[in-house]
């Protein structure tokens, strides 16, 4: 089947190059890019157009680490540093998903929301329990969203509430990975907590299955200075955090390691060389105090940066707020550096929220031929001034001020999901 949509078309093939073609027309085969013009090729002609006639289609996003069971406590205990935040907040909150119904409730509605602000594909954490991390699962797809949910491993330092012991979390691990289907679009992805959570145990048996049956991980890194020296007592052998991860081959291509914002040199270098994704989560640095990652400096490095919302201890799901967050923080470190550290621009923190986490799902650049849509389609018009706008401002004004009920249409793998 095909068909063309009609609309403004933004998209960012590379970092910091933003391509607009106004009136433009995209060519969909089954629901796969098969062509963009700025006029109708004679031979698209007869194909049937959706008309988005002065909206602009926009690449869909990346969530690349939010914590599912979070969703519950968005905006709550703000005032916190990390580990107290875990403690008086998150942990509770986790534990109430050993109830499936009520983690059905909430993923449905979550899915929804995600949907709704154009977030299509996803890396993300569940709770500790099998049964509702298959319903997360199911949620997602029934929705339309793709990526990665992974059931976290944590048997040790938890709370009374929420922690499994060793035999067990190995057990529903397997149990949860031989029930995830193999042909859906949300896939099982290995997820300790993080090096704090785990016993050697624990990790030494993560790391066979990882490589046993191919899979990829995600976890924390660097996010703050007390998790820092906590996990250096844990494993003296280890003389950095990433150190805790790779001995156990969970620290390879692939791996998505959320925050990075204490990572030094010799960490980054690390990062890089093993093909790791760094998740930037800014709204969650900032409202847990844990600090500005050095985002631009990861990206002249030549790191794999990617986007996530860190739901809850971000307070922004829609990944145009997190793009924005992005971009202020590191105009934060631009002030700290004494004007010598450059920030991000807009069309980079765009291409961070969906074309890098893109390629972690196998993606091309932007809008690639070959590739299923993943767009959303932005209704701007109601705006201040919109008829002397230049594209270029408006896709600057969506995404500092769009709000979910602008985005009036939203395609994921090639199917029209909003």
């Not at 709370?159 to 149990?175: F, G, H, V, Y």
């Not at 200075?225 to 052998?237: K, N």
């Not at 156990?248 to 790791?276: P, Q, W």
Request: glycine content about 8%.
């Amino acid at each position: 089947m095909k068909q063309i949509l009609h609309g403004h078309i933004v998209h960012a093939p590379k970092l910091g190059a933003l391509e607009i073609l106004e009136n433009g027309y995209m060519l969909l085969e089954n629901g796969k890019i098969a062509g963009i013009a700025g006029a109708l090729p004679d031979d698209w002609k007869g194909c049937e157009i959706i008309d988005y006639s002065d909206r602009i289609i926009m690449q869909s996003f990346c969530d690349m680490h939010l914590h599912a069971p979070q969703y519950p406590m968005l905006g709550m205990g703000m005032d916190l540093p990390l580990l107290e935040w875990l403690n008086t907040y998150t942990f509770k909150t986790e534990a109430r998903f050993a109830d499936v119904d009520y983690a059905r409730e909430i993923y449905r509605r979550l899915a929804k929301e995600l949907i709704d602000n154009g977030t299509t594909r996803v890396c993300a954490f569940s709770s500790l329990h099998l049964e509702s991390t298959l319903v997360l699962m199911e949620e997602f797809e029934k929705a339309g969203i793709c990526g990665f949910v992974g059931k976290v491993n944590m048997d040790r330092n938890g709370s009374p509430e929420l922690q499994e012991n060793t035999e067990d979390s190995i057990r529903d691990t397997i149990k949860w990975l031989d029930a995830c289907p193999k042909d859906a679009h949300i896939q099982p992805i290995l997820t300790p907590r993080f090096t704090p959570s785990c016993t050697n145990e624990l990790m030494a048996a993560l790391g066979k299955l990882a490589k046993e049956r191919g899979l990829y991980v995600q976890s924390h890194l660097s996010e703050n200075t007390s998790e820092i020296e906590w996990v250096r007592s844990l494993h003296p052998d280890c003389p950095q955090y990433w150190e805790s991860y790779d001995k156990y081959g969970l620290f390879n291509s692939h791996t998505v390691m959320a925050h990075c914002v204490h990572s030094d040199e010799r960490e980054r270098k690390a990062i890089k060389d093993h093909n790791v994704v760094v998740a930037h989560c800014p709204d969650s640095n900032i409202n847990l105090i844990s600090g500005v990652a050095p985002i631009r400096q990861m990206l002249n490095e030549g790191i794999w940066v990617t986007l996530g919302s860190d739901i809850a201890g971000g307070a922004i799901l829609p990944m145009m707020g997190v793009i924005a967050e992005a971009i202020r923080s590191s105009k934060i470190r631009r002030i700290h550096s004494n004007w010598t550290v450059d920030f991000l621009t807009v069309a980079e923190g765009y291409y961070l929220g969906t074309t890098s986490g893109a390629h972690y799902f196998g993606a091309g650049d932007g809008f690639a031929n070959g590739d299923p849509l993943h767009a959303i389609v932005i209704d701007d018009r109601h705006y201040v001034d919109t008829h002397r706008l230049s594209i270029r401002d408006r896709f600057e004004r969506a995404i500092y001020r769009a709000k979910t009920d602008d985005i009036c249409a939203v395609y994921s793998a090639g199917r029209k999901v909003k």
